[in-house]
Structure formats: structure tokens, C-alpha cells
């Protein structure tokens, strides 16, 4: 039996669990090179982390989430970059959620989350490069009066969010469907009727690191709310147990 054969009808499976597949095909490793293998395996994505010491094998052609951000979106990140090298900060952006809405979205909004005490700076920077187009942490009723397509919303970033190994600064798609359920301006731009469909979705195409989810809603104080959200109101079978 293949290592795989021992492991395909699992939900998930902890480090344990795959060394045991890898024993039942004949396989002896040690510690050092098990840990090599198994990173392997998730740069070849073979396997998919789904939580802390939790991984599957993908299928249903489930990826990891990738996003080819908009140029707007990479010149503001550039920006970034060379006015506030040491500034740690986040982009999302309306358009990202076309994927998975049934009616697109034509008008983009970038969403630019930047270390609280440092907000004002990065306002500073943008608005000169960016006249009219700039945002501080609005209210709904000012996000409704001063909208214009490509504009930019600068937020409070949360600390220990998501974050891509390759490009920080490209949120992950746990950190997206976090702040579609817990940021009013995203429930503006969208509507809550689109949620259920958004995540289930996500939850279809991509694998999603459950803890990871999790941990960062817990973050927002949107624990709670987003597993009975996930269990009242889509037909989302989540891989990890509490």
C-alpha cells in the first residue's frame, strides 16, 4: 500500500499520522530527514496544510490560494516599501473577491491596513502621490460620501495577521474572509448575502488553514461569530475539531 493509499480518506492528519503512512509503505526516516520530506511535500504540494500539526491530501483539483494583485495595488505597495521600508502593512482589494461572487465586481477599492500608531503617516505619503484618492480610517457614511473608483482606505492592521510567505505585504485568503464578516466597509462593498456563496467557494477551490482562520478571528473578537456563521449558514464541513 502507497503512503497515500493510508491517508486519502482522512479529513486531516497530524505529523504522527504520516510518518505511520510512510512506515506501512516500507519508509524509514529520521527525524531530521521525516521534517525535510514533509516540507517537501507541502512546497510540492502534495500535501496542504489545514491547521496546526493538521494537513490533507488535496483533491477535487483544491489549491493554495494565489492573487495577481492589480497594478494599483503594486505601485502603493512599492510606495510603501520605499517611504516606510520598516512599516509592517497588508492589501486587499474589492475586485480580489470576483472569483468567487456571482456578480462581479467592476469598480476596484484597495483596502491598505498599516500599524495603528503609524496610520497617519502613511496618509501623508499616499495623499500626496494620491490627491483626492485617500482615505483615514473612514466611517461608513464618509466611505459612502467621498467614494471614487481605485480608492484607498487606510485601516488598523491586526496584529498577527495573515500574512503570504513570498510578499508579506499580499494578505492571505484566511485574512480576506475574516475581514469580509467582521469589516463594515467590506459588508458595504458586498452585501451579506454574497458570504455563505464567497466561502464556500474558498473552501472548495483552495485548502484554508483552519488555526490560522481561526486564530486571527479570534484576533478580531469574531471567533464565535464566524464558526456559527460557517455552521448556520453554508455547507462548509470544517477539517479541524475544537
Not at 517537501?40 to 477535487?60: H, Q, S, T
Not at 502603493?76 to 520605499?82: G, P, R
Not at 451579506?192 to 456563496?197: A, F, K, Q, V, Y
Not at 473578537?221 to 462548509?236: L, V
Request: charged share 30%.
Amino acid at each position: 500500500m502507497c503512503w497515500t493509499d493510508y491517508l486519502n480518506n482522512r479529513v486531516s492528519f497530524n505529523r504522527t499520522d504520516l510518518r505511520d503512512a510512510f512506515v506501512s509503505d516500507g519508509i524509514c526516516m529520521s527525524p531530521s530527514v521525516f521534517k525535510k520530506e514533509l516540507n517537501k511535500l507541502l512546497d510540492e504540494g502534495k500535501i496542504a496544510r489545514v491547521g496546526r500539526n493538521a494537513y490533507c491530501i488535496p483533491v477535487n483539483e483544491e489549491a493554495s490560494y494565489d492573487y495577481t494583485y492589480s497594478q494599483l495595488a503594486e505601485d502603493v505597495a512599492d510606495t510603501m516599501k520605499t517611504n516606510h521600508p520598516f512599516l509592517e502593512f497588508s492589501i486587499t482589494e474589492l475586485i480580489q473577491i470576483n472569483e468567487f461572487v456571482n456578480h462581479q465586481i467592476a469598480h476596484n477599492i484597495l483596502f491598505l491596513s498599516v500599524e495603528d500608531d503609524l496610520k497617519e503617516f502613511v496618509f501623508e505619503t499616499l495623499k500626496e502621490n494620491y490627491p483626492g484618492k485617500v482615505l483615514l480610517n473612514p466611517s461608513v457614511e464618509l466611505f459612502h460620501q467621498y467614494w471614487s473608483e481605485n480608492m484607498i482606505v487606510i485601516q488598523k492592521l491586526t496584529t498577527e495577521a495573515p500574512r503570504s510567505k513570498k510578499e508579506p505585504w499580499k494578505a492571505r485568503l484566511e485574512k480576506l474572509l475574516v475581514d469580509l464578516l467582521t469589516e463594515s466597509l467590506w459588508l458595504e462593498s458586498i452585501g451579506e448575502s454574497e458570504l455563505p456563496t464567497i466561502y464556500e467557494d474558498a473552501f472548495l477551490r483552495y485548502i484554508i488553514d483552519e488555526s490560522c482562520l481561526f486564530r486571527y478571528a479570534a484576533r478580531r473578537n469574531a471567533e464565535k461569530r464566524i464558526r456559527t456563521f460557517i455552521a448556520e449558514q453554508t455547507t462548509i464541513t470544517l477539517r479541524i475539531k475544537r
